[in-house]
């Protein structure tokens, strides 16, 4: 496997992933509709280890449903958000994939919060659907 690299829109931050990613989700929570301004977040969850980052990003403290924390990683400059680590997914970071130079080869697993969906949003397939976290 070859390295996935990626970064924001101004540059100033990258990053390589160096492993596969352990799952594929969609997010259609409105804490990610929000982040990223659209209607759902496409994240890779990676172990930590496999992260490797340059450039400095700043971080919001976001509470999501369970009340514990998030941390939503973004660039300072840009505004482009990067990652997220769930205080729920310790050791995983969650790397919002439309920063990736390329997703190919990349296709959804599962959907969750989808009963924050959009209406005319369909169902992508092949995912696994959950109307919560599955967590």
């Known amino acids: 496997?070859?390295?996935?690299?990626?970064?924001?829109?101004?540059?100033?931050?990258?990053?390589?992933?160096?492993?596969?990613?352990?799952a594929i989700a969609v997010c259609h929570c409105t804490h990610c509709q929000k982040q990223s301004g659209s209607v759902f977040s496409f994240n890779l969850i990676i172990n930590e280890e496999d992260y490797e980052q340059k450039g400095?990003?700043?971080?919001?403290?976001?509470t999501g449903d369970s009340g514990a924390p998030?941390?939503?990683?973004?660039?300072?400059?840009?505004?482009?958000?990067?990652?997220?680590?769930?205080?729920?997914?310790p050791g995983k970071v969650l790397v919002k994939a439309g920063t990736l130079d390329s997703m190919d080869g990349l296709q959804p697993q599962i959907e969750i919060y989808t009963d924050r969906s959009?209406?005319?949003?369909?169902?992508?397939?092949?995912?696994?659907?959950?109307?919560?976290?599955?967590?």
């Open 1 to 22: 496997m070859a390295d996935r690299l990626g970064g924001c829109l101004c540059g100033l931050v990258r990053y390589k992933l160096k492993s596969e990613p352990e």
């Open 70 to 89: 998030s941390y939503r990683h973004f660039c300072g400059s840009c505004g482009s958000p990067i990652t997220t680590r769930a205080s729920q997914m």
């Open 118 to 135: 959009v209406k005319w949003l369909h169902p992508i397939d092949g995912t696994h659907r959950f109307p919560l976290s599955p967590g």
């Open 56 to 62: 400095q990003t700043l971080v919001y403290l976001d």
